[in-house]
């Protein structure tokens, strides 16, 4: 199988999980987004992100607009609790990108886990008057959890989610 593994990541966390991911699939060309070919002529393209104000980050997204025709997963790093609604809904605005009928894709599906939120970026925003993100203790412990991911389990779940796209797709 062909496979294309494409990441955007800022601060490190989804190449970490990209690279898992590429482990997962043998082969595969992996690349950062920055570098990556056009996604054509390959069995399975996957595409990672990290999640910015509930999205797929601007340069994923732009990456994710060039995909046609394609059979497609997606792998990406948050801050927030991986099984939260607000993780769900990142899934759905992830996968609503590439799942218009024109543009002929199959979407497989997402791996989402918790990635370490940048302090700098943390402390910009409890700056702000009138912050959307007040530091409860609900958040504090959210912000130290993230902070230890992405882990070897997550890694092992990344490689684990990637294969069974893999198989899906080799079993049609
Ligand atoms: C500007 C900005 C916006 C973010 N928005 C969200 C968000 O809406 N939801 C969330 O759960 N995490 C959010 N995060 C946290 C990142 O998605 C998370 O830390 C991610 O693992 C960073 O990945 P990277 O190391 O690959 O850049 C945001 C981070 C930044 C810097």
Not at 26 to 49: F, M, R, S, T
Not at 62 to 75: G, P, R, S
Request: charged fraction near 25%; hydrophobic fraction near 40%; aromatic fraction near 6%.
């Amino acid at each position: 199988m062909k496979s294309l593994v494409v990441y955007s990541s800022r601060t490190g966390n989804t190449r970490k999980i990209a690279e898992a991911v590429a482990e997962a699939l043998p082969g595969c060309h992996l690349h950062p987004v920055e570098e990556a070919p056009l996604p054509e002529g390959y069995d399975l393209v996957a595409v990672g992100y990290w999640v910015d104000k509930g999205m797929p980050d601007d340069k994923a997204k732009k990456y994710m607009e060039q995909i046609k025709n394609c059979n497609v997963a997606l792998f990406g790093t948050l801050g927030a609790w991986p099984d939260s609604e607000h993780a769900a809904h990142c899934k759905v605005q992830g996968e609503a990108l590439l799942t218009d009928p024109a543009q002929g894709n199959k979407v497989l599906g997402t791996f989402l886990c918790q990635g370490r939120v940048d302090p700098a970026v943390v402390a910009m925003m409890q700056k702000m008057a009138n912050s959307a993100h007040p530091m409860t203790e609900e958040r504090r412990a959210r912000l130290e959890e993230a902070a230890k991911h992405p882990d070897e389990e997550d890694c092992r779940k990344a490689r684990e989610a990637f294969v069974d796209f893999a198989r899906a797709l080799g079993a049609e």
